[in-house]
């Protein structure tokens, strides 16, 4: 069965280039991202990462935690953080699970149950692990996204999701589409105009199901 918004992640045991983890005691009361690649020695996937270690300091003021996964073992791993490193001038200190079994694919439905990897593979072999996941303090899925190989992930937007995750999640409100830190919010249609006078100041009413308001600073 498809992983669902909503659904507790699984707690798998993973071994990483960190050593041996647990996801939900690695989560713990964190915020994480767990983003997926098909083959290390990329070269889209190299950008990628590189793209999230240059946002270490990003993850840490949102207290989220990443993780990478790769199908490839933990030498390779470490072999490849040099390459990321020297690509995008930043360090990658977050851990990369070795997913070479794909226990992990398969548990976060990146891969067909019954997927398996021929000997001299190509990244093609795996190429639907290339996926990202969003999830809660409370161990639960918030968001997912699944890319094509020839597609690099925005990263930008994954920070931005990741906001507007956090701030619904704190606030009790939506966001409209392209939302940033900052702009006005989507009040949910359950809260009546009083309440919502009482909590904004100040309500703007666009129709009469979509009104918007400013949050206090």
């Given at each position: 069965m498809a992983l669902r918004i909503n659904d507790t992640v699984p707690n798998l045991s993973v071994t990483t280039d960190h050593g041996e983890i647990s996801l939900h005691d690695w989560i713990g009361d964190s915020w994480a991202i767990i983003f997926s690649h098909p083959k290390d020695f990329t070269p889209v996937c190299t950008t990628e990462f590189s793209a999230v270690a240059q946002l270490s300091a990003e993850w840490a003021a949102r207290d989220t935690k990443v993780l990478g996964v790769s199908v490839d073992g933990v030498e390779d791993h470490i072999k490849w953080k040099a390459d990321i490193e020297s690509f995008g001038g930043a360090k990658p200190d977050f851990a990369i699970v070795a997913d070479a079994g794909l226990e992990m694919a398969k548990a976060f439905d990146m891969l067909p149950a019954e997927a398996v990897l021929p000997d001299g593979r190509t990244p093609a072999d795996s190429a639907t692990v290339r996926s990202v996941f969003i999830v809660g303090p409370d161990k639960k899925l918030k968001l997912s996204m699944t890319y094509p190989m020839t597609v690099g992930r925005n990263f930008a937007e994954i920070l931005r999701a990741l906001d507007a995750l956090q701030t619904s999640a704190k606030e009790n409100i939506?966001?409209?589409?392209?939302?940033?830190?900052?702009?006005?919010?989507?009040?949910?249609?359950?809260?009546?105009?009083?309440?919502?006078?009482?909590?904004?100041?100040?309500?703007?009413?666009?129709?009469?199901?979509?009104?918007?308001?400013?949050?206090?600073?």
């Open positions: 939506a966001t409209p589409a392209d939302w940033t830190v900052g702009q006005d919010v989507v009040v949910p249609v359950a809260v009546s105009d009083e309440d919502a006078i009482a909590k904004y100041g100040a309500i703007d009413t666009k129709l009469p199901y979509l009104r918007m308001a400013k949050l206090p600073s």
